[in-house]
């Protein structure tokens, strides 16, 4: 049924409430109506490659393939479309010069590559949906209680999110890059979010959260914002002087069509240097709309901002598209970094991307440098910088740090003067 790509998909299964009350209530003329118009408002609000289908009687189905590489993914965007189809059918109706309300109750079952019976999916989809009315109605279940519970706790952590970003719950570290000769040449700055209950919470569990509910558009630009405001204070200061400052953009930050004009903003209200802000990207940028990708970057080009692949190879890496690029900067993934004394394809990999950018001009940085070896293996292959623990933690007062930094045996390092 499902293998086209390895990717999960999702069947939901929707029911309107109390749709047999109005039905014989108003008649069966006005209970056509509200179906044709609930049918257009499913066509509206799915996604265009899905399939909506009609059961009978107030039942509908919507078919969503290839929407996540794991449950988890799957899940978050199933959810996604289950709550715009609950926010587009709670919208009032006007039919025969009347208002009317109509709620439905969403029962979602994913499936995945393997591929189930439509009988199966159905069944388990339907039982989903009872759910939901049990529930109170109204609302979306799924059918496996795990992903509920995870659902249920990624909306938690959305609604926190939120408060977050409204309370000042974030802030930047930063992780300082040293050249071949050990001197620091500029800072990575990552985002950290210390919840008032919970602590820290890890990146990688709030971050594709932001993504996925749009939350990473208010946060980049909080970041964004931050970091030039840092690499602003930081020409006041000999440690830290002329260093770059590297932000990590997101594809759907990148694509807004407001971000060139919000960089330039943020750079005259800071008066951070434009030559010293540097802008990570990921490869899967390039996946839909390359050309106006780059269109873009070349105007903050011009702006003087600079531009790094991040997790390079990990990705789309087409070299016709790559020399298009306006870059400075190439990063090696740090998966590849840190395997690259005990797999040979990582070593290759890494050798590859360090030759690559050496025929295009570019610097390479070897991330997530944490033993004495890998940077050996990186330096003796000509990576032109390193990034990682073993070389630096990222820290709230890169100054400090570097002033302080005590460095690994047998290297040596500066900071400019």
Not at 313 to 320: E, I
Not at 341 to 368: K, M, P, Y
């Amino acid at each position: 049924m499902h293998a086209r790509q390895h990717l999960h998909g999702a069947l939901l299964f929707i029911d309107l409430d109390h749709f047999k009350t109005l039905n014989e209530t108003r008649g069966h003329a006005f209970g056509d109506q509200l179906l044709r118009e609930v049918a257009r408002r499913l066509v509206d609000c799915v996604p265009d490659a899905s399939t909506i289908a009609r059961l009978g009687g107030d039942e509908f189905v919507v078919m969503l393939e290839d929407i996540g590489p794991t449950p988890e993914a799957a899940a978050r965007q199933a959810e996604s479309v289950a709550r715009a189809i609950l926010d587009a059918l709670n919208q009032t109706y006007l039919l025969a010069d009347d208002e009317t309300h109509s709620t439905p109750s969403i029962g979602i079952a994913l499936f995945d590559a393997q591929g189930e019976q439509v009988d199966e999916l159905l069944k388990r989809a339907d039982l989903a949906m009872y759910q939901a009315k049990e529930a109170g109605r109204n609302t979306l279940r799924f059918f496996d209680p795990l992903i509920q519970q995870r659902v249920r706790e990624q909306s938690e952590l959305e609604a926190d999110l939120r408060r977050g970003l409204r309370d000042g719950q974030f802030s930047l570290r930063y992780q300082a890059q040293f050249d071949r000769e050990g001197r620091a040449i500029g800072a990575e700055a990552l985002v950290r979010w210390r919840h008032p209950f919970k602590g820290m919470v890890p990146p990688a569990d709030f971050i594709p959260l932001a993504e996925s509910s749009g939350l990473i558009l208010p946060l980049g630009r909080w970041v964004m914002r931050a970091a030039c405001r840092e690499l602003k204070a930081w020409q006041l200061h000999d440690a830290t002087r002329g260093l770059t400052m590297a932000v990590n953009v997101s594809a759907r930050q990148f694509r807004h069509s407001d971000f060139v004009a919000e960089v330039e903003a943020v750079l005259h209200e800071t008066g951070a240097p434009p030559s010293l802000l540097k802008l990570e990207i990921t490869e899967s940028l390039l996946l839909e709309d390359a050309d106006e990708v780059i269109a873009r970057m070349r105007c903050l080009r011009q702006l003087g901002v600079s531009f790094a692949i991040d997790d390079f190879g990990t990705g789309y890496s087409s070299l016709a598209y790559l020399k298009r690029l306006p870059l400075s900067q190439l990063k090696i993934d740090r998966s590849f970094v840190r395997d690259v004394l005990t797999d040979s394809n990582d070593a290759a990999i890494a050798r590859t991307v360090i030759g690559l950018g050496r025929s295009l001009g570019l610097q390479v940085v070897g991330e997530g440098v944490e033993t004495a070896e890998q940077h050996a293996f990186l330096l003796s292959h000509g990576c032109d910088a390193f990034q990682g623990f073993l070389l630096g933690k990222p820290v709230p007062d890169l100054r400090d740090a570097l002033l302080a930094r005590t460095l690994p045996a047998g290297t040596t390092a500066s900071v400019p003067s």
